[in-house]
């Protein structure tokens, strides 16, 4: 990214890998809501000229001290954090209070190569298709999303917006032990494929808070998720939750947004919120890929080869019925492509 919004294509020079650190071939990059606001000019650390990027997927190329040898495919823990605020001391270093990201806050993997700590690699088995490790960096978000919000089996939840972290989040709560699911989509390519994934969902022009309280007997649900972030949401969750019932907030609102407080405290709600995700929420989502307990591969992608990365862009901002895009600078991974 030279500018808001404009993409090019450049040469550069493979990553210097200092020591203890270790060179990636990049085999996928997904794109997600935070690349959109990145590439607007909007995001409010990331500053161009930028090599985007921090949903990563690749092989190890050159292998650096205590972490996976070379030839080792690995998924990425994107998150740079300072180390000495509190909640880094306090074990909690996905809050830090500095925390940038690769990507974001420096390179990122829309790249052939990208050098990184070792420390952030995790390893992942071969039997799993490249594309389906792509979707362990969001897969960790809604591994987080679900762990916060207690579930514990037999839950009625609601799940606001069909892209990829809403649909996600589902396929975790699912996997849980989610009595039933509703999910709320707009879009009628993405409602699609919340029904063909098996979940329950809104009906075009439907009532959102009356679908919500005819399949819980008025009570509401006892969990909602809102991975939408859109005021008009905000709006009727506490309509939608019942009394002494959990709202997580998964998306991130871009700006303050109404909410009815006074509903929220006469039912004693609990409202969580969501940032990025732990160490043990990646090894997690990793070990959901390599036991295929979500059947991740049913998820429509759509994959574009790195000269085409501005495509890529308008594609994944489209919220077309491709619930995933991603990016690879390896032409052999493009017959992963999938409609």
């Known amino acids: 990214m030279t500018a808001p919004d404009v993409i090019e294509n450049q040469q550069v020079a493979v990553p210097n890998v200092p020591e203890g650190w270790a060179l990636v071939r ?11 606001s990145i590439l607007h000019g909007t995001h409010p650390r990331a500053e161009s000229p930028l090599i985007m990027g921090h949903e990563i997927t690749g092989v190890v190329e ?7 040898p070379a030839g080792t495919r690995v998924t990425v823990e994107p998150l ?7 909640p880094c001391i306090q074990g909690n270093r996905h809050v830090c209070r500095n925390l940038n990201l690769y990507g974001i806050d420096a390179p990122g993997s829309l790249a052939e190569f990208i050098a990184l700590p070792a420390s952030v690699l995790i390893p992942v088995k071969e039997t799993v298709p490249a594309r389906e490790v792509a979707l362990a960096e969001p897969l960790a978000v809604a591994v987080h ?18 892209g990829p972290i809403g649909i996600l989040t589902a396929l975790v709560a699912r996997h849980r032990g989610a009595r039933q699911i509703l999910i709320v989509e707009p879009s009628d390519e993405r409602r699609l494929v919340a029904q063909n994934l098996g979940f329950a969902t809104v009906p075009k022009g439907g009532d959102p808070v009356a679908t919500v309280l005819s399949i819980t007997e008025g009570n509401g649900a006892d969990i909602v998720f809102d991975s939408a972030a859109h005021p008009s949401v905000a ?5 939608t939750v019942r009394v002494l019932g959990t709202i ?3 998306g991130v609102y871009k700006k303050p ?26 090894e997690r989502a990793v070990e959901l890929l390599e036991t295929d307990a979500l059947g991740l591969g049913r998820l429509p992608v759509e994959v574009f080869a790195l000269e085409d990365a501005a495509s890529a862009f308008d594609k994944a901002m489209s919220a077309s019925g491709k619930l995933k895009v991603l990016v690879t600078p390896n032409e052999d991974l493009m017959g992963d492509r999938r409609s």
């Open 235 to 239: 709006a009727i969750l506490p309509q």
């Open 26 to 36: 990049v085999e996928f990059t997904g794109l997600c809501g935070t690349d959109f």
């Open 62 to 68: 050159v292998a650096g001290a205590h972490g996976p």
């Open 257 to 282: 947004t109404e909410v009815d407080l006074q509903a929220l405290t006469f039912a004693e709600n609990t409202v969580i919120g969501v940032r990025v995700y732990t160490r043990d929420d990646v």
């Open 145 to 162: 999303a679900v762990s916060r919000s207690g579930m514990t089996g037999g839950e009625d939840v609601v799940v606001f917006g069909a």
């Open 80 to 86: 740079i954090n300072c180390g000495t605020c509190p």
């Open 248 to 250: 997580v907030l998964v």
